[in-house]
């Protein structure tokens, strides 16, 4: 399958860069700079320098593909991109027939919001209000997009090993984990592009 990944620097995207070439996928990355991408990565992987939030630079780089895999985060927490990036991406992906489309959102964005922790809550509406105000509008644009998505909104992101069992569901269920590894989100995300159960639905996602 040919896909289009966004977000491939960051901490989920670069899993799924190595998950997507490890499966025998034909990936384009579209990136800024494309220094910040590890070598050991990149080889057969077609690199597109640009920005994701630019409508030409993104209909350049989705030209051709099967699906999209969407794992863009904002790094500066004043000045989130992702309802840019929903602009640009949208649009190019109608015109070029892509339907299909997998985006890493995060737990409390939206209606996930009611299964946080009042600390949880709390953190959400400071340190990240503008991010999730972002996230919140994107994932309403992706739902309007007439598209084949899929939403994934991932618990507290870690950095350990890929456990590869995971527990995907539409509410965060009490006593369930609080925690999901980034390899382990990246894995349910490619999946998505050979399952429809989360067709068009979002997934909170967590450790087993």
């Not at 863009?72 to 070029?96: K, N």
């Not at 996930?112 to 996230?135: C, M, N, P, R, W």
């Not at 509008?137 to 507290?156: F, H």
């Amino acid at each position: 399958m040919e896909l289009l990944l966004l977000g491939a620097t960051g901490g989920v995207g670069s899993h799924l860069l190595r998950q997507a070439l490890a499966a025998g996928h034909e990936v384009t990355v579209l990136v800024r700079d494309d220094a910040a991408l590890d070598d050991a990565d990149v080889d057969g992987v077609r690199v597109v320098v640009g920005d994701a939030t630019s409508a030409d630079d993104v209909a350049e780089a989705v030209v051709g593909q099967d699906a999209v895999l969407n794992a863009v985060g904002s790094r500066r927490v004043r000045h989130p991109v992702e309802v840019e990036v929903g602009e640009a991406l949208l649009p190019a992906m109608r015109a070029s027939g892509v339907r299909r489309l997998v985006v890493c959102s995060a737990f409390g964005v939206g209606d996930t919001e009611a299964d946080a922790s009042a600390l949880q809550k709390i953190f959400f509406h400071t340190v990240l209000g503008k991010v999730y105000e972002a996230k919140e509008a994107a994932d309403a644009q992706v739902r309007a997009s007439g598209l084949d998505w899929t939403l994934v909104y991932p618990t507290r992101l870690v950095d350990d090993p890929a456990t590869g069992d995971v527990v995907a569901s539409e509410h965060l269920a009490d006593g369930a984990s609080t925690q999901v590894t980034r390899a382990d989100v990246a894995r349910f995300m490619l999946a998505q592009l050979g399952d429809d159960t989360w067709l068009r639905r979002t997934a909170v996602l967590t450790g087993a």
